[in-house]
């Protein structure tokens, strides 16, 4: 009946004036709009990219910073990490989320009325490059995410540009609080699933960004100014209430993804040894809330298990080991997907005065990083905790040690940080897993996945003989 409607409607206005003049504002159904609205793509890019990536966190960076291992088949646990498996292939989760956050970007300098989502998406596109990069290395960047406007088989860029050339991460996340600071009009900021539209804490999360990305380059090049100035401001995240998290709830489809799969998937990951190890080392009560006591413990204890098993070669009993804590499936609303948080920038501040990268009391900074961390966990911190071994100058460590190791602990399902933190840094100490694919080694890098290969032949091969064959013991730039 519509589209007889139409065809009577051209007949009729033929005399007066061409069919073909208004045909396509005639056809258009204006109950489907061919372009987005950008607060729905900000609260779409917001939660898809938290939610998958802390699926991976729990899945495969959990398994790489040991703070899990799987008691079943699994390849990547053995560092075979072109095999991945249930999770371990982050690469279409950065490019499928920087792409839709490019048409907020885009949308938001060419139409008025959303100049208001510029600074969040450039501070978004800042989060997410830096997360790409610092997993991959190079990676296709500046022709990457234009879709139909750019190439589809974009050139690989350096690390280094991503994080200092002109469009790349600090550039983007200077530029992001410029927009904002900028910004004057009234229309507000919808979609906004982090800060509900406060503009001023998009400012914070952007300069807490600065400072998490400063810090990881800081091998390479001259940070401290650029540090001191933001500490001096003050103009960063500093208590839990200004975190960039979302929480999921007890329900799908908004529970943690993982809560979502059947029993045997979720019980396939148990306790590291080198998480129970630390963890009871430290008299750490968080140990409770990640894990449960093993089925088979008569006193409530926890037993963690070395990564990276042959399963075809090892009886494993899963009654033997700790599974995770209920947060993780029965109770996920005290869950969080979590961006950066204020005990990760209180860690990394207390890093960057304990090496002389600024003027602050890097004790007192660790030690209420500690105590954030463990209000963001829900346990309560025991009264001798900092005294004892956690201490920042506990015997037989470094303060640098001990912030890294307490970062670590808490970075829990944090997508692959404690990973990321520990190719920085060498802290804490990974053990050599039971059964390496990768010559007892500890990887370094992500591989480039095999559809690049396929689909961006050629500059994937560049890619690839510049990492020794897409070799996941090639060091990016921050790490050389």
Known sequence: MKNTFYIITCISLLLATSCTKDFEDINTNPNAPNSVQPSLLLRQVIYNFGDEMSYEGFVAGDLLSQHRTAIDFNLFDRHALKSPQLGGN????????LRDNEIILNQSRSIQTYKVYEGPALILKAYMAGGLTDLFGDVPYFEAFNGVNGTVTPAYDSQEDIYLAEGGILDNLDKGIAAINSYNDAIPLEGDILYNGDLQAWVKFANSLKIKHLLRISNQIDVSAQLQAIYDSGNYITTNSQNAIFNFTNTEPNN?????????????????????????????????????????????????????????????????????????????????????????????????????????????????????????????????????????????????????????????????????????????????????????????????????????????????????????????????
Do not use: C, H
Not at 320 to 340: C, H, K
Not at 374 to 388: A, I, S
Not at 446 to 459: D, G, I, K, R
């Open 90 to 97: 982050p690469w279409p989760i950065f490019y499928t989320n």
């Open 256 to 480: 943690f993804r993982l809560a979502q799969l059947r029993i045997g998937d979720f019980n396939n990951f148990v306790l590291s040894e080198t998480m129970e190890d630390i963890l009871v080392d430290l008299n750490d009560s968080r140990i409770g809330r990640f894990f449960r006591p093993f089925a088979n413990s008569t006193s409530g204890d926890f037993n963690g298990l070395l990564n990276g098993i042959d399963a075809s070669q090892t009886s494993i009993a899963l009654s033997d080991y700790s599974v995770a804590g209920t947060a993780f499936r029965e109770d996920t609303s005290t869950l969080d997907a979590n961006f950066i948080t204020a005990w990760e920038v209180k860690f990394a501040l207390a890093e960057a005065a304990a090496i002389n990268l600024i003027t602050a009391d890097a004790q007192n900074l660790y030690e209420t990083g500690v105590a954030q961390a463990f209000e963001y966990w829900n346990t309560t911190l025991p009264v001798d905790y900092l005294t004892g071994p956690a201490a920042y100058n506990a015997p037989g460590t470094t303060p640098v040690q001990q912030i890294i190791t307490q970062k670590w602990i808490a970075n829990l399902i944090n997508s692959y940080e404690g990973w990321v933190e520990y190719r920085r840094t060498g802290f804490p100490e990974l053990r050599t897993i039971s059964a390496s694919l990768n010559e007892n080694l500890i990887p370094v890098r992500m591989p480039y996945p095999a559809e690049e290969e396929a689909l961006n032949a050629e500059n994937y091969n560049t890619a690839a003989a510049a990492t020794n064959g897409n070799s996941i013991n090639a060091p990016v730039w921050w790490d050389e």
